[in-house]
């Protein structure tokens, strides 16, 4: 593998030199102003490129939201494609989270905290198997995130939800004990009693 290229004393990484960090990596303040032409992740102060969504994905994704918007109660509140701090070199964007709004400035906030953040959903598809099965899950298990979805789609088109809780002693996370994985529904009580139709999320 190649020694990574960098670019000492780069203040704000450029459409041209964003490929090259410096040694210890980018701040989010020195690349949150891209225009990129794709949508990206800031992974160890490395830009990282998101893959491309399939239709069936953003409709299961919005759904997730909107099922949980019309379910949540205070102080809770829910956005899609939001980047979440966790320090100034890792800033992921989950498909779904939720996330308590309180003692945040709404208008000047850039990304959620991630101490704030109470579930995150993640919607698998094929660029991101790794990710949301492994590397996210662990990250946000390891800053006791409570609560972690994954969702999948089966052959027969199906969704998988599976469900996971925050073990907080060892910052990692364990399968639901009731109903680890959900087919047809969700139903369930935390981080708030939500019941989604998952048949509904890929029905036309």
């Given at each position: 593998?190649?020694?990574?290229?960098?670019?000492p004393?780069?203040?704000?990484?450029?459409?041209?030199?964003?490929?090259f960090?410096?040694?210890?990596?980018?701040?989010?303040?020195?690349?949150?102003?891209l225009e990129?032409?794709f949508?990206?992740?800031?992974?160890?102060?490395?830009?990282?490129?998101?893959?491309?969504?399939?239709?069936?994905?953003?409709?299961v994704?919005?759904g997730?939201a909107?099922?949980?918007?019309?379910?949540?109660?205070e102080?809770?509140?829910?956005?899609?494609?939001?980047?979440?701090?966790?320090?100034?070199?890792?800033?992921?964007?989950?498909?779904?989270?939720?996330?308590?709004?309180?003692?945040?400035?709404f208008?000047?906030?850039?990304?959620?905290?991630?101490?704030?953040?109470?579930l995150v959903?993640?919607?698998?598809s094929?660029?991101?198997?790794?990710?949301?099965?492994?590397?996210?899950?662990?990250?946000?298990?390891?800053?006791?995130?409570?609560?972690?979805?994954?969702?999948?789609?089966?052959?027969?088109?199906?969704?998988?939800?599976?469900?996971?809780?925050?073990?907080?002693?060892?910052?990692?996370?364990?399968?639901?004990p009731?109903?680890?994985v959900?087919?047809?529904?969700?139903?369930?009580?935390?981080?708030?009693?939500?019941?989604?139709?998952?048949?509904?999320?890929?029905?036309?």
């Amino acid at each position: 593998m190649g020694a990574v290229m960098t670019t000492p004393g780069q203040e704000r990484a450029t459409e041209d030199t964003w490929m090259f960090p410096p040694a210890d990596g980018w701040t989010f303040d020195q690349v949150k102003h891209l225009e990129l032409p794709f949508d990206w992740e800031l992974v160890d102060g490395v830009i990282v490129a998101r893959g491309q969504t399939k239709l069936w994905h953003n409709h299961v994704r919005d759904g997730i939201a909107d099922a949980l918007k019309a379910a949540r109660i205070e102080p809770y509140t829910v956005v899609t494609e939001q980047c979440v701090m966790f320090d100034d070199r890792n800033t992921p964007k989950p498909d779904v989270i939720a996330y308590d709004p309180r003692k945040l400035n709404f208008f000047e906030q850039e990304c959620v905290p991630v101490a704030n953040v109470a579930l995150v959903v993640e919607v698998v598809s094929p660029g991101s198997r790794q990710d949301d099965r492994v590397r996210k899950p662990a990250l946000f298990a390891e800053a006791k995130v409570p609560c972690y979805w994954r969702v999948e789609l089966e052959r027969d088109h199906q969704l998988a939800m599976h469900e996971y809780w925050l073990n907080a002693d060892t910052r990692s996370y364990f399968p639901a004990p009731m109903h680890p994985v959900h087919h047809g529904k969700l139903i369930t009580e935390v981080p708030f009693p939500v019941e989604i139709d998952l048949e509904a999320l890929v029905g036309f």
